[in-house]
Nanobody
Framework: QVQLVESGGGSVQAGGSLRLSCAASGTYSRINVLGWFRQVEGEEREEVAIIGNRNITRYADFVKGRFTISTNSAKNMVHLQMDDLTSEDSAMYYC??????????????WGQGTQVTVSS
């Protein structure tokens, strides 16, 4: 199982920046994909950005050019640099990891979430 701890959320004015981080720990064979999702209360959780094998990235259209996802060589950290924030980016942001267990199963785990609030 992978434990995820997020940090870096907070309040910022429109046009500002925040950097989210997520640290993965626990027992696993390999982490395959790391990602960030967000959810506004009453709405469905949506994918923001993911980074997979060979550091290939994918971004939602609404963050392209503003957000950057990155990881370290050990693939046990994932960051989300968020620039030019707008009020529409306000949400709870969740880290998600897809991993392979030591017994060969594939699983995914979620962090507890970190709140991002952007005031206009």
């Amino acid at each position: 199982q992978v434990q995820l701890v997020e940090s870096g959320g907070g309040s910022v004015q429109a046009g500002g920046s925040l950097r989210l981080s997520c640290a993965a720990s626990g027992t696993y064979s390999r982490i395959n994909v790391l990602g960030w999702f967000r959810q506004v209360e009453g709405e469905e959780r949506e994918e923001v950005a993911i980074i997979g094998n060979r550091n290939i990235t994918r971004y939602a259209d609404f963050v392209k050019g503003r957000f950057t996802i990155s990881t370290n060589s050990a693939k046990n950290m994932v960051h989300l640099q968020m620039d030019d924030l707008t009020s529409e980016d306000s949400a709870m942001y969740y880290c998600k990891v897809n991993s392979k267990t030591i017994t060969g199963w594939l699983r995914h785990d979620w962090g507890q979430g970190t709140q991002v609030t952007v005031s206009s």
